[in-house]
């Protein structure tokens, strides 16, 4: 079983930045842990992932403004900085953590960006 807890959500201006945090209990093996979002009406869109090794991947929405990370003393929680924020980011971003059998998620944060 796998427990993740999310965090850092909220309201934010264009322009504007907001760093999600999201923390894994599990006696388990994680290989890949990332954040998903999704948008009224949209289906959920993958943002970006890091694996054991701390190797990224982005979707190429989020390319070159948003930055996963994973804490060097915690390796089960990570991070995603987003930078330069459009109303199109708003969204409910869903942390993800795949283990050897199943894939888990989060309850979700909701990321609004409005002036």
């Known amino acids: 079983q796998v427990q993740l807890v999310e965090s850092g959500g909220g309201l934010v201006q264009p322009g504007g930045s907001l760093r999600l945090a999201c923390a894994a209990s599990t006696a388990e093996v994680i290989y890949v842990m990332g954040w998903y979002r999704q948008a009224p009406g949209k289906q959920r869109e993958y943002v970006a992932t890091?694996?054991?090794?701390?190797?990224?991947?982005y979707g190429e929405s989020v390319k070159g403004r948003f930055t996963i990370s994973r804490d060097p003393s915690a390796e089960d929680t990570i991070y995603l900085q987003m930078n330069n924020l459009t109303p199109e980011d708003t969204a409910v971003y869903y942390c993800?953590?795949?283990?050897?059998?199943?894939?888990?998620w989060g309850q979700g944060t909701q990321v609004t960006v409005s002036s």
């Open positions: 890091i694996n054991s090794g701390s190797s990224t991947n």
């Open positions: 993800n953590a795949k283990t050897a059998l199943t894939s888990h």
